[in-house]
């Protein structure tokens, strides 16, 4: 059994957690709150320009996990693969613009696309851009995201492929990014976090909610679905992960709620399931 986190300075909180709230919302709540740590989406970055986002963050003390996200590099044309590389460089000067040290890759998928050929353009992606993420020294996590996702939104469903991925780019600047969402339900995920060791970049947090109402939108609160997290995250750990523990919750009854109010149910579920 994993003890369980005892205070909150590994919390980090996706800003598509609290997707009502603005950057500058969420970077007041968060501090209010005392969550130490905070992952960005472009989205909220868009409306203000990252150049601004960086300052604000630089100011607010918060640290950046990350940028999410990039990737979706399958596509019909090669014309079209190669502007999602060129959308990609701009995440990445988009992160280090921020102070992001890491960029989540939300790979891709495309229903008219195979998965095996769909799962080479990803690599051939990656491949493509990796020296814009060395000059500007932004990692970039492979995301395994649940086979629910396997038609539009990423061919890379396992940890295993995952694993594979980051053996085949062989790069310091290329590692994996595990979310118990996406991964809970493998009968062999904790052979491939073993296997994963030294290369997770970061670790994501949440709960599945049974029935699940909508598939994008209904992740649950840690605590309150069937994932055991904390024997997870102990697996994690002992394979060398020891960065924030980030909440990214995709939930329309959440974003309903009081967001304030949210935190503060935020902080209680990580003290006691996480
Ligand atoms: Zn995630």
Same mark, same amino acid.
């Given at each position: 059994m994993t003890a369980p986190i005892n205070d909150l300075s590994r919390l980090c909180v996706h800003t598509m957690t609290t997707k009502p709230w603005s950057l500058e919302e969420?970077? *007041?709540g968060y501090t209010a709150a005392k969550i130490p $740590?905070?992952?960005? @989406?472009?989205?909220?970055i868009e409306p203000?320009? $990252?150049? +601004? $986002?960086? =300052? %604000? /963050?630089? #100011?607010?003390?918060?640290?950046v996990v990350s940028l999410c996200r990039g990737g979706f590099f399958p596509a019909t044309s090669g014309q079209a693969r190669e502007e999602a590389r060129a959308e990609n460089r701009r995440i990445i000067d988009e *992160? *280090? +613009?921020i102070g992001a040290p890491l960029v989540v890759l939300v790979c891709? &998928? #495309?229903p008219e696309i195979d998965l095996p050929t769909a799962r080479q353009h990803i690599i051939d992606g990656i491949q493509a851009i990796l020296p814009h993420a060395k000059a500007a020294n932004v990692k970039l996590a492979i995301e395994p995201l649940h086979p629910m996702y396997a038609d539009c939104r990423s061919a890379v469903n396992t940890l295993d492929q995952a =694993? =594979? %991925?980051? %053996? &085949?780019l062989g790069s310091e600047y290329v590692g994996v990014a595990i979310d118990v969402y996406?991964? @809970? @339900? #493998?009968?062999?995920?904790?052979a491939e976090i073993e296997r994963a060791t030294n290369t997770i970049l970061a670790f994501h947090v949440c709960d599945w909610r049974t029935p699940t109402r909508d598939l994008l939108t209904d992740r649950g609160m840690m605590g309150e679905g069937c994932i055991n997290i904390p024997e997870i995250r102990g697996w994690v750990e002992k394979a060398g992960f020891n960065g924030y523990i980030e909440v990214e919750i995709f939930s329309e009854e959440f974003w309903a709620q009081d967001?304030?109010? /949210? /935190? @503060?149910r935020i902080k209680n579920a990580y003290l006691r399931h996480v």
């Open positions: 969420c970077i *007041a $740590a905070i992952t960005v @989406w472009r989205h909220h203000i320009g $990252a150049k +601004e $986002a960086g =300052n %604000m /963050l630089r #100011d607010s003390g918060l640290e *992160a *280090a +613009e891709g &998928a #495309d =694993n =594979n %991925m980051v %053996m &085949a996406h991964c @809970w @339900w #493998d009968p062999y995920l904790r967001q304030e109010k /949210l /935190l @503060w």
